[in-house]
């Protein structure tokens, strides 16, 4: 299969394969006489694997270790599972700072009229011509 036709099939983009297999997600994928690289079912189930674990959040150099990793055998598990777990209190203090920026924010908006534009008006009497964007 094509880098085309993978890039098709999985919804990633053909510089995204490259980028892959260049910091080692991928396999080195085989190619064809004239150079095309051409992804066997194995290559595509690791495109697959990849897919699924960036969209857990997992980050490409978090995900570059864990796969090197695992090409290192069973002797590897509790590395690769504590690696996950690093992930994951990563996304938990991500909500958390994303919870506190909404209520933030849900806080504005309560009190828009009252607060907001008081305040703009207040930034206004200080610089009250337009900046140049």
């Given at each position: 299969m094509t880098i085309a036709e993978v890039s098709r099939r999985y919804g990633v983009s053909a510089d995204t394969l490259r980028y892959y297999e260049k910091v080692g997600l991928l396999p080195n994928i085989s190619r064809t006489a004239g150079g095309i690289r051409n992804y066997s079912e194995d290559d595509c189930?690791?495109?697959e694997y990849i897919k699924c674990m960036r969209s857990a959040g997992v980050s490409v150099e978090t995900l570059a270790e864990y796969v090197a990793l695992?090409?290192?055998?069973?002797?590897?598990i509790q590395a690769r599972k504590n690696l996950l777990l690093k992930q994951r209190e990563q996304i938990v203090a991500r909500i958390s700072e994303l919870n506190d920026i909404l209520t933030r924010l849900d806080w504005k908006l309560d009190g828009y009229e009252e607060r907001m534009l008081k305040c703009e008006e207040n930034l206004k009497a200080v610089r009250p011509e337009s900046p140049a964007i």
């Amino acid at each position: 299969m094509t880098i085309a036709e993978v890039s098709r099939r999985y919804g990633v983009s053909a510089d995204t394969l490259r980028y892959y297999e260049k910091v080692g997600l991928l396999p080195n994928i085989s190619r064809t006489a004239g150079g095309i690289r051409n992804y066997s079912e194995d290559d595509c189930s690791w495109v697959e694997y990849i897919k699924c674990m960036r969209s857990a959040g997992v980050s490409v150099e978090t995900l570059a270790e864990y796969v090197a990793l695992f090409y290192q055998g069973p002797s590897t598990i509790q590395a690769r599972k504590n690696l996950l777990l690093k992930q994951r209190e990563q996304i938990v203090a991500r909500i958390s700072e994303l919870n506190d920026i909404l209520t933030r924010l849900d806080w504005k908006l309560d009190g828009y009229e009252e607060r907001m534009l008081k305040c703009e008006e207040n930034l206004k009497a200080v610089r009250p011509e337009s900046p140049a964007i």
